[in-house]
Nanobody, 119 residues
Framework: QVQLIESGGGLVQAGGSLRLACAFS?????MGWFRQAPGKESDFVAA????????DYADSVKGRFTISRDNTKKTVYLQMNSLKPEDTGVYYC???????????????WGQGTQVTVSS
């Protein structure tokens, strides 16, 4: 059974940093992060292959966010720097078969962690 548990969210001022973590169990998969702002659809943020060799990012976070993983700790990370108010939302990690930007191709999802960036 695949389980994903996110942590690390919180309230931060614009320009600050946060590191999210997604602890996974039940298999080693390519993983992605999505975020959902209030009243909006969830958007792709970043993804990483199962072995950490490949990664992809949404244009809006390139150069600011870094996705990484440590399979020995069964954890995927999202380092978020230079945060902006528009980065606010609930961040979800999910499993996928590759580096797709489409949430329809992600099967298992965590419960999410709230990130709030104040201006």
């Amino acid at each position: 059974q695949v389980q994903l548990i996110e942590s690390g969210g919180g309230l931060v001022q614009a320009g600050g940093s946060l590191r999210l973590a997604c602890a996974f169990s039940g298999g080693t998969y390519s993983m992605g992060w999505f975020r959902q702002a209030p009243g909006k659809e969830s958007d792709f943020v970043a993804a990483i292959t199962w072995n950490g060799v490949g990664a992809d990012y949404a244009d809006s976070v390139k150069g600011r966010f870094t996705i990484s993983r440590d399979n020995t700790k069964k954890t995927v990370y999202l380092q978020m720097n230079s945060l902006k108010p528009e980065d606010t939302g609930v961040y979800y990690c999910a499993t996928a078969g590759g580096l797709s930007h489409s949430k329809d191709l992600y099967r298992y999802w965590g419960q999410g962690t709230q990130v709030t960036v104040s201006s």
